[in-house]
């Protein structure tokens, strides 16, 4: 596809509804800042009623927003209704047109846009090869496996070439292994096409499998929106932390810049701008630490479970229970329960919230 990448910008965008229990209004997104670069994948994650898709669907116009201006590039795009607007949106249910076949599903949009027919039938061959679909122009849609069917809505929003391409939770229809091999797939053509992509989930190993940035969301509010890297490792308080991957908070004290106190026990840890003194939570996830005979932080083992990639554990310090992974079993000693342990804290691996 030959067209420009466009770039999504969303301005203090907020979203009023009434509560039909209550009647009172109250914000399903608020205050949303968002800059979504061309070309870029990115995904909007949170818990179920957290506002992903009250934002996606203010981005296509399905809604449009109380507060706040939409750009799509630099243009303001609050007042285009959605055929107006230079995007495609691919369904959770695909909404397929189940008597047609796969050509003329992916060719409707074109029609549509009055295309002559054999620009109409060469852009439809090129998207289905993309999408691996090629050479089966004249099944029937109601023949298709799930994973086909979600090839055909993502070849349909393709074909019309759009500036952004927007997804809400276009795999949940899928059982768990063809998830994983059809993000693999999206990722794929999405690079292949030089689109930009934004994409609803609230899995979060799907979000950031995939995604160049992740806008994590709670309550209506935007939490953070970093690389998943950054999220990972650097999350801005206890709910991203906890949302991205598992995480144990550990309570301490504030020591030097780069010295806390857990549980009496003085350990390494970048602080930040916390003051000396000051009481603060640690993260630590279960593989940034190693157990053994001596090390830093005594705990007792309160349960011991063979995953065969990791040993899970549960360690009780002090009054906390920190659940650790340690990977590769069979070459580590194995403590079991009521064994008297040490974490072992590896480099740059604590971070203070
Ligand atoms: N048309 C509507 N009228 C009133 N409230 C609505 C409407 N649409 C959504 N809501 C409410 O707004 C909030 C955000 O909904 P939204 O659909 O954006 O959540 P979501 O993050 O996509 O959740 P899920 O993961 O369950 O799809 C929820 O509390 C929801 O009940
Ligand atoms: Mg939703």
Known sequence: MSKEKKGVRLEHISKIYKDPKTG?????????????????FVTLLGPSGCGKTTTLRMIAGFESPDEGEIYLGNEPINALTPNKRDTAMV?????????????????YGLKLRKMDKETIRKKVTDILGLVG????????????????????????????EPGVLLFDEPLSNLDAKLRVSM?????????????TAIYVTHDQSEAMAIS?????????????ISTPQEA????????????????????AIVKSQDIVEINGEEVKCSTGSLG???????????????LGDNGSIMGEVEYSCFMGAYQDYHIKIGDELVKIQEYN????????????????????TLYAL
């Open 24 to 40: 009172k209004d109250f914000y399903a997104v608020k205050d949303a800042n968002i800059e979504i670069e061309p070309g870029s």
């Open 91 to 107: 369904f959770q249910s695909y909404a397929l047109l189940p008597h047609y076949n796969i050509f003329d599903n992916v060719a």
């Open 133 to 160: 679909l090629e050479g089966m122009e004249n099944r029937m849609t109601n023949q298709l496996s799930g994973g086909q069917q979600q090839r055909v809505a993502l070849a349909r929003a393709l074909v019309i």
């Open 183 to 195: 993000r693999t797939e999206i990722r794929r053509i999405q690079q292949e096409a030089g689109i």
């Open 212 to 224: 160049d940035k992740v806008i994590i969301m709670k309550g209506g509010l935007v939490e953070q």
């Open 232 to 251: 990972y490792y650097y999350p801005n308080n206890k709910f991203v932390a906890d949302f991205i991957g598992e995480a144990n908070f550990l309570k």
């Open 276 to 290: 000396n003194g000051a009481e603060c939570s640690i993260v630590l996830r279960p593989e940034g630490a190693t």
């Open 329 to 348: 079993p069979k070459n580590k000693k194995i403590y079991g329960v009521g064994d008297k342990v040490y974490l072992n804290f590896e480099e740059n």
